[in-house]
Structure formats: structure tokens, C-alpha cells
């Protein structure tokens, strides 16, 4: 997912210099073209294929999630993306990067929902929020590692490279163990126990731990209906949550590290692009190694208030200082400190119980 953020800072260093494919043809993008490519998961153009592929990536994942477990849901999450990265890599024609795009999406959103609902279930209550930033600090990882490789490797090359890393990927999971929670709710007791051994160790208390997990399920699996969305509690996070994910949307964090390379060209940057690009993406993984030491804890509130904060004071400076000057070149990205957007995906799997049917 970080390489799919990044992979268009690398396609639009190249254009400006050469704009040729793997077969030699010279490749063309218009402005909205660009555009397509580089918008993230809706956080811009409201018609982004990239974003409509998560859409549609999101509200499948939530089935296949439920019916073929978690480990299966990681390895058929990336398929699409594998098909998406190959076209991206052979692309000899603006339009089969589009449709690339779209699948690299639907791989985006299935990935999203898979992996954070995985790495919440996975360790052990006292160590989960580390867990899950570290999976936050991967991604943004990746989107540093596939912008710094665009500076020696062409576009193709670089796509054709991220799906090497998928196929890796798809090699690993299956050595992975299955959700212990998604085994309990299911009936698989003696996997669970096996599971739950091999994660916490024998002198670990499994069989209380298991006991738990069977008590919360049932607790909201003995109503079928809707009507737990009517309760007070459910409806106080819902709007809590959604804030959060307002606020992180409309940050614009996203979209100005996906176009990174537009933006310097912009404001008329001699230096190498894809260099600065990267030097910027590394600020926000020194947040995210940060807030990895700082989450489980000084807790959930206090970063993301710490988080909030960096990030707000940046976009005063940055709002001042181009309300102040005459010109409209601006030299300062603020690319959330703290890294806010690591926060809101995992306080959603903590704050609302899932219900396994």
C-alpha cells in the first residue's frame, strides 16, 4: 500500500525527463490522467480510479473477511494489485495504466480492512497498538523505499518490482498463523488452543483468554438485528470515529505525499525531484517510530492529541506564511509529524466489537 501511495511521484519525475515505456513508444498523460494516477484513496479528485477501486475493494473485504478467515483474505486481498502492478509495468498506453490503477486500488481497500483487522486479533492486548503502528510505520516505509528506488530504476521498472513484493508476500502468508479470534467464533477450539500457544507461550493462561473471546461474541451475536446501532454507547463512537476520519481525509496529508514530485516541479525546484520527495517522506516515518515507543504507553488519546497538534501548528505556519508573502511558491510540506493517520483505522477494530456470523 505505501508503494501505491508513491509509485506516482515516480511515474511524474520520469515524465518530465522522458516519458517512454518499457517497448520504447513514447507515453502521453494528460493533466486529469495525472490526476487519476496520483489521487489516494479520496483524499482529491472526488472521480479517482484509485479511489473508487478502494471503495469497491472495502465493501468486499468485509465478506470475504468473514467467510474465508483472515490468512486467506490477506493473500486474495493482493491479487488484483498483482494483476494491477503488471499492467502498471507494461503498460504501453495511458489506459492500461488506469485500469492498473483501479485494480491497484480494489487491492488497497481489500488490504486496508485485512491487515488491521489481522494485526488487532493477532497479539496480545498489551502490545496491540504497538503491533499496529509498526504495520503503519511498513507502510510508510514502503512509499519511501518505492520513491527512493524511482530515482536509479524507470516507472516500469519500479512497478514491475512492487509486484515481485507481492508475490513475496503471497509466499509468506501462508506460514502465518490464523486469527485466533476468527478460529474461537467459528468453532475451531483445538486450532484456537494451538494458535494461542504457539503466540503466547504454554504457561499463558489460553483457556480463560478463549473464554473471553466466546463471551463477547456472544454478547453481540444475541441480537441479529440492526438495533445495536440504536444503542447510545455504539452511536457516540460511531461519531467519534468519523471525526477522526474527517479530520485525517481533509488533512490533505496524503495527497500532498502522493504528489510530492508535482508540487516541487511546481514551485520550480532544480534540484533531483524524486531525492527531495524522499527526504520528505521520511518525516512522517520518524513519527511513526515515535508513536510505535509511545502507543501502548502514554495511550490512543495522547498521541493522537499529540499527533493533532504538530500537525495543526504546521498548516498555521504554512497558511501565514503563504497569506504573508506576495508569492504562491511554498517550500514547507507539513507531512503530519506524528503521523496522525496511523491512529484512526486502529481505534475503529478497538472501539466497535466486530460481529462474526
Not at 156 to 173: D, P, R, T
Not at 232 to 253: D, E, M, P, W
Request: hydrophobic residues 50%; glycine residues 8%; proline residues 3%.
Amino acid at each position: 500500500m505505501g508503494m501505491s501511495l508513491s509509485w506516482p511521484n515516480v511515474v511524474e519525475s520520469h515524465h518530465f525527463e522522458d516519458n517512454s515505456t518499457l517497448f520504447g513508444n513514447t507515453l502521453y498523460l494528460h493533466p486529469w490522467q495525472m490526476d487519476m494516477l496520483s489521487t489516494w484513496a479520496g483524499m482529491g479528485c472526488t472521480n479517482s480510479l484509485i479511489s473508487i477501486g478502494s471503495v469497491l475493494g472495502l465493501l468486499f473485504a468485509g465478506w470475504i473477511v468473514r467467510r474465508l478467515g483472515r490468512k486467506k483474505s490477506l493473500i486474495v486481498a493482493v491479487l488484483p494489485g498483482l494483476v494491477g502492478w503488471a499492467l502498471l509495468g507494461l503498460a504501453y498506453n495511458a489506459y492500461l495504466m488506469l485500469i492498473g490503477r483501479f485494480l491497484d486500488g480494489i487491492t488497497s481497500g481489500m488490504v486496508t480492512l485485512t491487515a488491521m483487522t489481522y494485526a488487532t486479533e493477532i497479539p496480545d492486548a498489551a502490545f496491540r497498538g504497538t503491533i499496529s503502528t509498526i504495520c503503519c510505520f511498513m507502510f510508510l516505509m514502503g512509499a519511501c523505499f518505492c520513491t527512493a528506488i524511482g530515482i536509479a530504476l524507470t516507472w516500469y521498472y519500479v512497478a514491475l518490482g512492487n509486484m515481485c513484493v507481492l508475490l513475496v508476500y503471497i509466499c509468506i502468508v501462508p506460514f502465518l498463523p490464523e486469527s485466533p479470534t476468527f478460529l474461537v467464533v467459528t468453532g475451531q477450539d483445538d486450532r484456537a488452543i494451538k494458535v494461542l500457544e504457539r503466540l503466547r507461550g504454554t504457561y499463558a493462561d489460553i483457556t480463560n483468554e478463549i473464554k473471553l473471546l466466546k463471551k463477547m461474541n456472544d454478547e453481540i451475536t444475541s441480537d441479529t438485528s440492526w438495533g445495536f446501532l440504536l444503542q447510545k454507547k455504539v452511536q457516540k463512537r460511531i461519531l467519534v470515529l468519523s471525526i477522526l476520519f474527517l479530520v485525517q481525509a481533509y488533512s490533505g496529508t496524503a495527497v500532498l505525499r502522493a504528489n510530492a514530485v508535482r508540487i516541487l516541479q511546481d514551485s520550480g525546484v532544480t534540484t533531483n525531484k524524486s531525492m527531495v520527495a524522499t527526504l520528505l517522506l521520511l518525516l512522517p516515518i520518524a513519527g511513526a517510530f515515535v508513536l510505535c515507543h509511545l502507543v501502548d504507553r502514554a495511550g490512543r488519546k495522547v498521541c493522537l492529541a499529540i499527533s493533532l497538534t504538530l500537525m495543526s501548528i504546521s498548516y498555521i505556519f504554512l497558511g501565514t506564511r503563504v497569506y504573508l508573502q506576495k508569492s504562491t511558491v511554498v517550500s514547507l510540506i507539513p507531512l503530519e509529524p506524528n503521523n496522525t493517520a496511523a491512529l484512526p483505522p486502529y481505534f475503529t477494530t478497538e472501539r466497535l466489537v466486530q460481529r462474526i456470523t
